[in-house]
């Protein structure tokens, strides 16, 4: 009797729509970067505040590329800070969280920066170190779990 090999990886594109349920964000588009430790997300208004001893950051999202509509406002506890270099070459110390996102139906927990993305192509960057969770990234594919719906791309096109 042959057994087929089985691994738990799960094909992933360039780019994927990914799910933020800590921000109540049902639609991101994010790139999926292997050249990256740790995930980026693009955040606007950072306040830095201590409760019951916490170190704790509230923070804004733009879910959409071109506008700023849609905004949801999070609050999480402080992970770490650590100096992150872009891929300009330019280092920037930044506050990290722990975040749950879902990609591709399968929810992680990743290492997220948070950092001004209005200048990148996307407001989200998911890093290897949340991919090697089971994720193989093929290079030549986008959107491998799915198209988001007609709606939801002209809104992230700021075109609602």
Do not use: C, Y
Not at 50 to 76: K, M, N, Y
Not at 101 to 114: K, Y
């Amino acid at each position: 009797m042959t057994v087929e090999p089985t691994h738990s990886n799960t094909i992933a594109g360039w780019r994927e729509w990914v799910r933020l349920p800590q921000a109540e964000v049902e639609w991101i588009k994010a790139k999926l970067d292997t050249g990256a430790r740790t995930s980026a997300l693009h955040a606007f208004d950072v306040e830095e505040f201590t409760e019951a001893g916490v170190d704790r950051v509230r923070f804004g999202i733009h879910p959409w590329q071109d506008t700023d509509e849609d905004a949801a406002t999070v609050e999480l506890p402080v992970h770490d800070r650590r100096v992150v270099r872009s891929s300009t070459g330019h280092t920037q110390e930044r506050l990290v969280v722990l975040m749950d996102l879902v990609l591709l139906g399968r929810e992680v927990t990743a290492e997220v920066t948070l950092t001004n993305r209005d200048e990148m192509g996307f407001r989200m960057l998911i890093g290897r170190e949340a991919l090697r969770n089971g994720f193989l990234v093929d290079a030549g594919r986008s959107f491998v779990g799915g198209r988001a719906p007609r709606a939801i791309r002209r809104r992230n096109r700021g075109r609602a």
